[in-house]
């Protein structure tokens, strides 16, 4: 798939061994987020949901050699009317050191292409709502909020109270 170049950035799939780079990159997220970093056991298991179960897939971004960004996404149902899939990104991040360099918008051209060549309907994606200059930044790229639809999320304390019902 992908080996898009724009302004030295290189994409491409992530390998086993890219492994350790993403994590310091995956920390450096959460610190922005404002939340805690993955401890060691949960970032054993997030590689092997990329690497070993197959469950979420990766691109990376190279420039000048380093791998200074990354996309994290997964292949879901874009519409069981349609019979097609979408791409949902769930983490793009890019180092701090390298951003307005061109890395995410390379990585979301590239994961783009994936979707065009796996017949996608869309990507989707989800920002916090205080992270304004994303926001600004998925709008240039055409990306917009979407109006029909809420969101919702059955969190984990609220999922198993629901598997325990009785119903």
């Known amino acids: 798939m992908t080996s898009g ?4 950035v290189r994409v491409r799939r992530a390998i086993r061994t890219d492994w350790p780079r993403m ?17 060691d056991d949960e970032a ?22 380093a791998i200074e960004g990354m996309a994290i996404f997964s292949e879901g149902i874009g519409s069981s009317f349609r019979a097609r899939p979408m791409l949902f990104l769930e983490d793009l991040a890019v180092t701090e050191a390298v951003r307005s ?20 309907l869309r990507m989707e994606w989800a920002v916090l709502d205080w992270n304004v200059d994303a926001m600004r930044f998925y709008r240039r790229l055409g990306g917009a909020p ?6 919702y999320v059955l969190e984990e304390g609220a999922m198993k109270r629901l598997a325990a019902a009785e119903g």
């Open 5 to 8: 170049q724009a302004r030295g």
């Open 23 to 39: 994590l310091e990159i995956y920390r450096e997220l959460a610190t922005f987020e404002q939340l805690p970093p993955p401890n």
């Open 44 to 65: 054993v298991r997030l590689g092997a949901m990329i690497f070993d179960a197959g469950r979420l897939e990766a691109l990376v971004a190279e420039v000048d050699g």
């Open 101 to 120: 360099r061109g890395v995410g918008a390379a990585l979301m051209a590239a994961l783009a292409r994936e979707g065009v060549a796996r017949g996608a």
């Open 146 to 151: 979407r109006q029909t639809w809420v969101q």
